[in-house]
């Protein structure tokens, strides 16, 4: 049986506020990245990838990562991949650079009717849902939530 004492419990603490996340190995960052269109893939070329401690941004107690100035910041979030959540932020370039106003009309379409057929989706937004299912589209472990087959077909067809 295990003595688990205040002392253990604060050397654990210590170790987890001590880790040092910026060694997410990289190798890992370009598999993810390989998964991904190489046009997809070119938005983020050049960008910097952090990984944080914290389930959610230093200093920012909503967001769980985020892109600033050449810069994709991932917390650890409690509820997501890492790979989920670096996904999540290069669907926010995918958006803005890849998908028209016509494809943004079809996606909002499918989001509302997602949105309307399952209650757990209601409080999202469209653009939101849409970074979720690019995600969910390419990332290793998927999440139940998030997998509905209308997404993978829509994330497919945005232009490589």
Same mark, same amino acid.
């Given at each position: 049986m295990h003595d688990i004492t205040r002392h253990n419990v604060l050397n654990f603490k210590s170790f987890m506020e001590r880790c040092d996340c910026e060694t997410v190995p990289r190798k890992d960052i370009k598999k993810?990245?390989?998964?991904?269109?190489?046009?997809?893939k070119d938005l983020v070329r050049g960008f910097e990838i952090n990984y944080t401690n914290g389930n959610t941004i230093e200093g920012d107690k909503k967001h769980i990562g985020t892109i600033h100035k050449m810069k994709i910041v991932? @917390?650890?979030?409690?509820?997501?991949?890492?790979?989920?959540?670096?996904? /999540? $932020?290069?669907?926010?370039?995918?958006?803005?650079?890849k998908v028209d106003?016509?494809?943004?009309?079809?996606?909002?379409k499918i989001?509302?009717?997602s949105m309307e057929k399952n209650k757990d989706l209601r409080d999202e937004n469209p653009l939101e849902l849409f970074c979720m299912?690019?995600?969910?589209?390419? @990332?290793?472990?998927?999440?139940t939530k998030f997998e509905h087959q209308k997404w /993978? $077909?829509?994330?497919?067809?945005?232009?490589?």
């Open positions: 993810t990245l390989n998964k991904l269109p190489k046009s997809h991932v @917390a650890a979030p409690w509820n997501y991949g890492r790979e989920f959540t670096t996904l /999540h $932020e290069i669907a926010h370039m995918v958006w803005e650079y106003s016509s494809m943004r009309k079809e996606w909002n989001a509302k009717d299912a690019y995600a969910q589209h390419y @990332a290793k472990n998927k999440i /993978h $077909e829509f994330i497919k067809k945005i232009p490589n």
